[in-house]
């Protein structure tokens, strides 16, 4: 049975970037493994929930109603519930001040090497997209491990939204190079960005807009010989550059499903550029 580690923060996913890769994972009988950043379970984002929220980018409601209902009976199941632990099963990399810092290391690259065996029992990761993962997934180092695990085995990744970030910023620490250097991606882009607003699940914060515009890290990211494509005024944005597959936004998540589904049962390697 193909199966899938799927990776939601604790600070808010968007519904549908969950529910569109998922419902094609069901349709074609793969087994969905979730995982978050400390092992606590995920929620939706209340606005990904509500088909009458009018998304002020874009102007009109980003949600249908079909979706909305089929989101919230996710979010509320006992699907999500128990997820995996990255604190628990990745090692944290220790500060070069602390004590006996090069035995620490060691240690630490003992621990992280069993990483490579760990993924061989996975075919592809997810991770899914909305404003929480700005706070813990995006320069979260153990997902970082994870996804290097990933690359190395040549599996592929399929990352959403603002979920994107991870891949521009999962580097080995000998030459800190991009793993998406050269590689076409899209992601979100700085036309769909929040002016205000930018909220997360169990803070009371508005960031206001994004810490960070995307877009101009996946340009620098991807360097001269690759490509970030936003297609503002494009339904739809999806790119797949072996061995990731990159969603732009919330309406490109049952794209990226499926296209994910291409890449697993046809070899499909290239797709959108």
């Given at each position: 049975?193909?199966?899938?580690?799927?990776?939601?923060?604790?600070?808010?996913?968007?519904?549908?970037?969950?529910?569109?890769?998922?419902?094609?994972?069901?349709?074609?009988?793969?087994?969905?493994?979730?995982?978050?950043?400390?092992?606590?379970?995920?929620?939706?984002?209340?606005?990904?929930?509500?088909?009458?929220?009018?998304?002020?980018?874009?102007?009109?409601?980003?949600?249908?109603?079909?979706?909305?209902?089929?989101?919230?009976?996710?979010?509320?199941?006992?699907?999500?519930?128990?997820?995996?632990?990255?604190?628990?099963?990745?090692?944290?990399?220790?500060?070069?001040?602390?004590?006996?810092?090069?035995?620490?290391?060691?240690?630490?690259?003992?621990?992280?090497a069993t990483l490579d065996t760990d993924v061989e029992q996975y075919d592809a990761l997810v991770v899914v997209g909305g404003s929480g993962p700005i706070v813990d997934l995006a320069n979260n180092g153990r997902l970082h491990e994870?996804?290097?695990?990933?690359?190395?085995?040549?599996?592929p990744i399929l990352a959403l939204c603002y979920g994107v970030a991870a891949l521009a910023f999962a580097r080995d620490w000998e030459d800190r190079k991009s793993i998406i250097w050269g590689k076409h991606v899209t992601g979100h882009?700085?036309?769909?960005?929040?002016?205000?607003?930018?909220?997360?699940?169990?803070?009371?914060?508005?960031?206001?807009?994004?810490?960070?515009?995307?877009?101009?890290?996946?340009?620098?990211?991807?360097?001269?010989?690759?490509?970030?494509?936003?297609?503002?005024?494009?339904?739809?944005?999806?790119?797949?550059?072996?061995?990731?597959?990159?969603?732009?936004?919330?309406?490109?998540?049952?794209?990226?499903?499926?296209?994910?589904?291409?890449?697993?049962?046809?070899?499909?390697?290239?797709?959108?550029?």
């Amino acid at each position: 049975m193909t199966k899938i580690l799927i990776i939601l923060s604790e600070y808010g996913y968007w519904g549908e970037e969950l529910l569109g890769p998922l419902v094609a994972f069901d349709e074609r009988g793969y087994q969905s493994v979730f995982a978050t950043p400390t092992g606590k379970r995920a929620h939706a984002l209340p606005p990904s929930l509500d088909p009458g929220y009018i998304d002020p980018p874009l102007g009109r409601s980003v949600t249908t109603p079909e979706v909305a209902v089929a989101a919230r009976e996710l979010d509320e199941s006992s699907r999500l519930d128990n997820p995996i632990s990255l604190e628990q099963w990745i090692p944290d990399r220790p500060y070069q001040s602390e004590q006996d810092p090069l035995r620490r290391m060691e240690a630490y690259y003992r621990e992280l090497a069993t990483l490579d065996t760990d993924v061989e029992q996975y075919d592809a990761l997810v991770v899914v997209g909305g404003s929480g993962p700005i706070v813990d997934l995006a320069n979260n180092g153990r997902l970082h491990e994870l996804v290097l695990a990933f690359v190395r085995a040549d599996k592929p990744i399929l990352a959403l939204c603002y979920g994107v970030a991870a891949l521009a910023f999962a580097r080995d620490w000998e030459d800190r190079k991009s793993i998406i250097w050269g590689k076409h991606v899209t992601g979100h882009c700085k036309e769909y960005d929040y002016k205000d607003g930018t909220g997360f699940l169990g803070v009371d914060f508005n960031m206001g807009p994004p810490p960070y515009p995307l877009e101009y890290i996946l340009r620098d990211a991807t360097g001269p010989d690759g490509r970030y494509h936003g297609n503002v005024g494009k339904e739809t944005s999806v790119i797949v550059d072996h061995p990731y597959v990159t969603a732009r936004s919330t309406p490109d998540s049952f794209l990226g499903g499926s296209k994910l589904v291409e890449v697993l049962e046809s070899g499909l390697r290239r797709y959108g550029w």
